[in-house]
């Protein structure tokens, strides 16, 4: 069965700092990723998102995140935070024509001044 | 730019009480979903749809019934409420895929 893990419930960094939030997937088959961010009192946002193709993938403020096949990883980048970065972000995973998009557990991203 | 749109934001219920929560969007997507978001454990999809008049399954659907009477709308009901049933509830919906894009800002429920 495929599941999403996510390493690490909160990160924090310092204003200007790196960003690297993790996720790992489990799948025989390389599925779609997703990153999604979520506001307070918020739905979550499309990051970014990998299909095929590239595995690079850039998405909107800043962030990026890199498929590895060999390491099973999709972790979101970004190299310098802003305050406003300052959110909940959770990876996911789907299969091509599915509906069974699942998502990992979330990591809580603090931005410090 | 409404998008994707859920009403009520809040509600308190009994345990035994019935409900329904109404998804509205706007962006004449075919594929919508009704997720719960739990602590810890992200979003699991409880029921989706395909098209107007079509609805299935997802990974948590007991209690839960849905209906997709018209394109815009995707209604979740509650028939009798349990305390397990306490969660975040968000309506997403998409042009295709099977992997939602656009999210409501979810209904919060609590069954007493």
């Known amino acids: 069965a495929q599941s999403v893990t996510q390493l690490g419930s909160h990160v924090s960094v310092s204003e200007g700092a790196l960003v690297l939030l993790r996720c790992n997937y489990s799948s025989s088959v390389p599925p779609y990723l997703f990153w999604y961010v979520q506001y307070p009192n918020q739905g979550l946002q499309l990051l970014l998102k990998?299909?095929?193709?590239?595995?690079l993938v850039k998405g909107i403020n800043g962030f990026e995140a890199e498929f590895k096949k060999s390491e099973t990883s999709f972790h979101l980048t970004k190299p310098s935070a802003h305050m406003s970065d300052a959110a909940e972000y959770f990876c996911a995973a789907g299969n091509t024509g599915g509906f069974k998009t699942i998502f990992g557990a979330g990591t809580r991203l603090f931005v410090k001044a | 730019n409404a998008g994707v749109t859920q009403t009520p934001k809040f509600r308190v219920l009994k345990t035994g009480q019935s409900m329904t929560l109404l998804c509205a969007q706007d962006m004449n997507h075919e594929y919508m979903y009704w997720y719960r978001q739990d602590p810890g454990m992200g979003l699991r999809l409880i029921h989706y749809?395909?098209?107007?008049?079509?609805?299935a399954k997802g990974e948590v659907p007991d209690g839960y019934n849905v209906s997709r009477l018209k394109k815009q709308n995707f209604l979740l009901g509650l028939e009798s409420a349990a305390p397990s049933q306490t969660s975040v509830y968000f309506c997403?919906?998409?042009?295709?895929?099977?992997?939602?894009?656009?999210f409501g800002d979810g209904t919060r429920l609590s069954i007493l």
């Open positions: 990998y299909t095929t193709g590239a595995t």
């Open positions: 997403a919906s998409s042009p295709g895929g099977g992997q939602p894009q656009h």
């Open positions: 749809s395909v098209g107007e008049g079509t609805t």
